[in-house]
């Protein structure tokens, strides 16, 4: 349990020049407030007795109850029966003397100023002895007390001095004997997280000002105390902290400083280490998938503006970011000048700044314990944030960077690496898992499965297969299907388009090396055109036999990464898929649903239309595309670990005579290399080109350069 060291003598922070203290009681009070001139050398009447400059004034604690025993001449026996004087009056309906107490804890604004002119007034260090006596007296207070309470808690105890800040401590400890004390209590503590930051300065009149350190040492050495004091303190301070956790509209600055009281918390009380970061990462999470949609739903030229305002703040320094974005609502006066285009563009850069922040933090935390990342201390966090991963970021398949911790991590070794496969799968068939959930692991799984560059080509061919497995007994299992039906069969569709998503990124890993002749170039893409290719065994025969059955995958998976698929494989030789296309074009899709929606009934009453593409095609949404947050990726090393796209330069030259669906080269939906969108999975709807960071990502790149360019930013389909 944490100890409250006794202070032998007054703080240095305590003023030489505190006069005596004035009774909070009214006059005509008998006894209370009387003292010996023996006691402190006072008259009856509370005048001084002796000269000021012959009074010795001073701070003592009780080792015993670790308590102020005097304090400027007051003696806390005469404190505590003021003080009690106050609470029976008021219990009786008297007010006056339980009025001057709150008084006392909460002074108005004129008394927040020393007034040399009235030396007899309640001067700001009157407060310590006060703290104690109430103290004493904490059993008295009840539900009827509750203006004393709020009192007390809005009281600036963090910016007096450390004695102060220690009785106050130990009466918050009394105060919290009542549960609904006690909640009010940690409320008021979390609730200053945002206050302690150096910029907010709230001088007390006769103190110096106070550090923004030692006001958060203060704060969180009395929520340990509580913590430790309180065994049901430990749920309480955790719903605290979610509902005060700041809205994803608030500034970086505002996150930051509450996020680092967090990690502060989580030092202290080791047991609430995982409900914390847990937090931490639901927020994020939840920041992430706000921001995607919020740019889905924007046109190009807003997502353009976004970026070069994050752009212009990436080459400000991080005070100046911080000066400008340190309160939430700093710009509220400049943003009414604006319009609302400019406000909704500012707001943007704004939350991506704050993620980038976040997820950066992260990184630098978890980056020290996988230095080893065979180490037992690794495997244990791995498997804690599998764990956060599984509850928290799997279910939302529109985050777009959080998940890039465990991406980061599982490249750090083959066994973490398969820690996070195994974990995909097991939850992609495991019956009781919601569908929307399984699909989303079998899409983590082909995107970790296509980008990660250290997956080995023996661990492409088992995902690939395993894929290949399920998608045959799917269709062995269903064979009353009377033609291609999203909604019954969305779980065989979200494993066939992992599959072409793996095979667009991978396809070399699905080559039997060992009956390559030597004379191709595997670091040349080129030299495998157009070559009859020792395929991974089973996988032309099978994929025909789904491409041709009647769960029909192509009419289902998206349009685009079948259209890639269909040029690879063309070109590869590894199967012609056209003619299939073609026939899809003249396949209506309502014809094969079911119950209600067969009669069209409940189209008519909800105003559905089957042209929809998201009830007409698998969302082509794959985790892993290109992280774009310009301060976090520099702990991804990527040019190691991330699989970028590549052109295959004769695709692009050559065009294709083939199929009709090539004549025009795709140019309304993919830029010239074929994949830029694909391996974006983002502005699928334009051909225009972005400028990011000075580049222009456009319809000219070179035929190695990649395409992973932002392509209208952090959109995706």
């Given amino acids: ?96 003397d339980y009025d001057g107490l709150k008084e006392i804890f909460s002074p108005s604004p004129k008394r927040t100023i020393v007034e040399e002119e009235d030396a007899d007034a309640p001067q700001p260090q009157d407060l310590q002895v006060y703290v104690v ?169 807003t997502t353009r503006a976004v970026l070069r305002q994050l752009e212009a703040s990436n080459a400000k320094s991080d005070d100046e970011d911080d000066d400008a974005m340190s309160d939430a609502d700093s710009d509220d006066e400049d943003e009414e000048e604006s319009d609302e285009q400019t406000r909704r563009i500012l707001l943007l850069k704004s939350k991506l700044e704050t993620m980038d922040a976040i997820l950066d933090l992260l990184f630098s935390i978890y980056d020290p314990v996988f230095a080893d990342p065979d180490s037992p201390e690794a495997l244990a966090t791995f498997e804690d944030l599998l764990t956060d991963f599984v509850n928290v970021i799997l279910p939302h398949l529109k985050s777009r960077h959080t998940q890039y911790l465990l991406f980061k991590f599982a490249m750090k070794s083959n066994r973490l690496m398969e820690m996070f496969i195994g974990t995909l799968f097991n939850i992609a068939f495991q019956s009781t898992r919601a569908p929307v959930v399984k699909q989303a692991a079998v899409a983590y799984l082909a995107s970790f499965t296509a980008r990660g560059a250290r997956v080995q080509s023996d661990q492409v061919q088992l995902i690939a297969q395993t894929f290949l497995d399920y998608i045959d007994h799917y269709r062995n299992t269903h064979t009353s299907c009377r033609g291609p039906d999203i909604r019954r069969y969305g779980q065989y569709y979200a494993y066939f388009q992992g599959l072409l998503y793996i095979f667009c990124f991978r396809w070399r890993d699905l080559i039997d090396r060992d009956e ?129 796209w590549r052109s295959i330069a004769m695709l692009e030259k050559g065009g294709d005579d083939d199929s009709d669906s090539e004549d025009d080269d795709d140019d309304d939906d993919v830029s010239e290399d074929g994949m830029g969108e694909i391996g974006d999975a983002s502005d699928y709807e334009s051909d225009e080109e972005v400028e990011v960071g000075g580049v222009d990502h456009d319809d000219e790149s070179t035929d190695e350069e990649r395409d992973d360019g932002y392509h209208g930013s952090f959109r995706r389909i």
């Avoid at 006069?19 to 009214?26: D, G, P």
């Avoid at 000002?209 to 050495?221: A, F, I, N």
């Avoid at 189209?603 to 009830?615: A, C, I, K, T, V």
């Fill in 516 to 644: 390559v002749p030597a004379s191709f170039d595997w670091d040349d893409p080129a030299s495998f055109l157009g070559q009859d290719l020792p395929w991974m065994k089973g996988l032309r025969q099978r994929l025909q036999v789904n491409i041709a059955s009647k769960l029909n995958p192509l009419k289902c998976c998206s349009p685009i990464i079948v259209d890639e698929f269909a040029r690879l494989s063309h070109h590869l030789r590894l199967i012609y898929i056209y003619p299939q296309i073609e026939k899809n074009k003249t396949i209506h899709l309502s014809q094969f649903f079911t119950s209600s929606y067969a009669t069209g009934g409940a189209l008519r009453d909800s105003g559905f239309e089957f042209d929809h593409e998201n009830w007409t095609h698998i969302e082509a949404c794959f985790p892993f595309d290109p992280f774009q947050l310009p301060v976090a990726k520099r702990w991804l090393d990527l040019d190691k670990n991330y699989v970028e």
């Fill in 1 to 96: 349990m944490t100890t409250l060291t006794p202070v032998a003598t007054r703080s240095q922070a305590t003023p030489l020049t505190s006069s005596a203290i004035k009774s909070i009681l009214r006059k005509p009070s008998t006894v209370l407030g009387r003292r010996s001139r023996e006691e402190d050398g006072e008259s009856s009447d509370g005048l001084p007795g002796s000269s000021p400059a012959k009074k010795r004034k001073t701070v003592m604690f009780n080792d015993k109850l670790n308590m102020i025993k005097e304090f400027g001449g007051k003696t806390l026996d005469d404190a505590k029966r003021e003080v009690k004087q106050a609470l029976e009056g008021h219990a009786r309906g008297d007010d006056e």
């Fill in 133 to 301: 006596a109430l103290t004493s007296h904490a059993p008295l207070l009840d539900r009827s007390c509750s203006g004393l309470i709020r009192a007390v808690l809005s009281c600036t105890w963090l910016d007096r001095d450390d004695v102060l800040a220690r009785a106050y401590i130990q009466l918050l400890a009394a105060l919290s004997a009542k549960v609904s004390f006690r909640q009010q209590a940690l409320s008021m503590m979390v609730e200053k997280f945002t206050e302690t930051r150096s910029s907010t300065v709230q001088v007390v009149p006769g103190f110096p000002p106070v550090d923004s350190e030692t006001k958060k040492e203060r704060l969180h050495l009395g929520l340990k105390y509580l913590l430790e004091l309180y065994a049901d303190a430990r749920p309480m301070i955790l719903d605290i902290v979610t509902h005060n956790f700041p809205h994803t509209e608030e500034s970086k600055t505002r996150h930051m400083e509450y996020i680092d009281h967090l990690l502060r918390l989580k030092v202290d009380k080791p047991d609430l280490e995982r409900d914390i970061m847990e937090l931490i990462l639901s927020r994020l999470v939840k920041l992430d998938v706000e921001m995607t949609l919020d740019l889905e739903n924007d046109d190009d030229e």
